[in-house]
């Protein structure tokens, strides 16, 4: 659940069933453009030296004709695309609930590598990506005594740091694979961060029923809404208000498109950020464009929520 945009998802090949949709280019572009504005209005203004939408597509990576054309010209990933395809639509069909099928992706790809189930390339990047999380949150005032809670934790790529850091007891980390979760317990060993005691939770949902009220002064979901489809969001947004404590914040990233809203194989989706804002609205939350991200060296964008 907590893998990273380690491959291109670009490529979404020759899929059988796909359907292109609708309108002219036009119109299109007429929605793109409206679309744009109605998110700027949401962002406000982001500051001198931040660049507006640079985490942002408008490319619609489920279109037919895009797919095509991406694949004629990339023709060496038309062959590992495929083989994903084949193996993805096993396993769609044994898993038709989308948690159970994406939990069959991560104990597929946790087999070959944990790094790069999480969606590293390489170590090297794994180490990158899970410093980047840890000192965005420490520059936005995270602190050692604080209790956090990491949705989709995967094998601790950032949560070996936040474990280090934070007091002993105070990191909670959940995942809906428990091979990942194995994988995370080696980290731990191998930083030698034992006595830390940290908190290692495999769920079937995004619920927290098990956790306590208004416990967490930060929850962090890095690459998780761009693996996930709005119920799931939903349910998200319905429940984490509850073990937020009041000044709490909860950051999460997500694939931003000022197109439309699409997904690739059930495993890569794209949102406008107005649609989850407004979404975390319905449950009680205030959100905001972190617009501060943008500058990191990474394809997501950022949305920070707390108490309406």
Request: aromatic share 10%.
């Amino acid at each position: 659940m907590g893998k990273a945009r380690g491959r291109d998802r670009g490529l979404a090949g020759v899929r059988a069933g796909v359907r292109q949709r609708g309108g002219s280019e036009a119109r299109s572009r007429r929605e793109q453009a409206g679309s744009a504005a109605r998110t700027a209005r949401w962002l406000g203004p982001l500051g001198p030296g931040v660049v507006n939408f640079a985490s942002v597509t408008t490319k619609d990576r489920e279109n037919l004709l895009y797919q095509l054309r991406y694949a004629m010209r990339n023709p060496a990933k038309v062959p590992p695309y495929a083989r994903r395809l084949a193996r993805d639509t096993v396993l769609r069909l044994r898993n038709r609930d989308h948690v159970d099928y994406y939990r069959a992706v991560m104990k597929s790809d946790a087999s070959r590598s944990a790094e790069a189930a999480v969606g590293s390339k390489s170590h090297a990047r794994w180490l990158a990506l899970g410093r980047m999380q840890f000192d965005y949150l420490v520059e936005h005032g995270l602190r050692p005594s604080d209790r956090m809670l990491e949705i989709g934790c995967g094998n601790l790529r950032a949560g070996r740091l936040f474990v280090d850091y934070l007091d002993a007891g105070n990191y909670y980390g959940l995942d809906i694979s428990p091979d990942i979760l194995i994988a995370a317990q080696q980290t731990l060993v191998e930083d030698g961060l034992q006595n830390k005691v940290p908190h290692l939770t495999p769920v079937r949902d995004l619920r927290f029923e098990f956790l306590p009220d208004a416990y967490f002064n930060v929850v962090h979901a890095h690459s998780v809404f761009s693996h996930s489809p709005l119920p799931v969001i939903e349910e998200c947004f319905a429940h984490v208000g509850r073990v937020l404590a009041p000044r709490g914040f909860f950051d999460f990233t997500f694939d931003r498109t000022e197109g439309r809203e699409h997904q690739v194989l059930r495993e890569d989706f794209y949102y406008r950020t107005e649609t989850l804002l407004k979404l975390a609205q319905r449950h009680g939350l205030r959100g905001r464009f972190m617009a501060d991200w943008e500058k990191r060296p990474h394809g997501q964008s950022k949305i920070r929520l707390g108490h309406a």
